[in-house]
């Protein structure tokens, strides 16, 4: 398994707060699970986002940030997203990331998830998912069909309605 996947695979079976990777089996035949930085950092990590250069950011409740320019290999605990817990993080690029979570909050970084600055939704819906194009394209989905889009890097945001087959 790859770094990447094993995080991924802790967050999705409820390994957090701690980020591990999995080593090849052993000669006893399993796998070996090994910490990293930081041991441990103490909040629940809901949702991580790696770009192609290798720079990594999870974040989650307790307005947990953390990032890695390694790949996931080492980590560093940033001030925080001010979230409470966010529940999706989109990174497009090494410097912008998006985070949306509970109550339609959204937040944006331009520095690789270090400092976090709130944007304006437009909504009290729950936000469960985001994905970027780019730097300047995305998309938040959440409850009660809410899905919001943004074309100037979550300056601005605006709701979108859903089409139902006739």
């Known amino acids: 398994m790859t770094r990447r996947f094993a995080i991924l695979a802790c967050l999705l079976i409820g390994l957090s707060p701690e980020v591990v990777t999995v080593r090849p089996a052993t000669a006893a035949g399993g796998l070996t699970w090994t910490w990293h930085n930081p041991l441990p950092q103490g909040s629940t990590l809901n949702a991580v986002s790696c770009n192609a250069t290798g720079g990594c950011v999870a974040v989650g409740a307790g307005e947990a940030a953390l990032t890695s320019a390694d790949g ?24 912008f990331c998006v985070a949306v979570g509970t109550k339609g909050v959204i937040r944006t970084s331009t520095n690789g998830g270090r400092t976090w600055h709130r944007q304006h939704s437009g909504t009290s819906k729950e936000l469960e998912g985001v994905s970027c194009a780019s730097a300047s394209a995305c998309v938040a989905a959440g409850l009660d069909g809410a899905l919001l889009v943004t074309a100037d890097g979550g300056a601005s945001w605006s709701a979108r309605s859903i089409s139902r087959p006739t």
């Open 72 to 95: 996931g290999v080492t980590w560093v605990v940033q001030a925080g997203t001010g979230m409470a817990s966010p529940r999706a993080l989109a990174c497009p690029t090494p410097a």
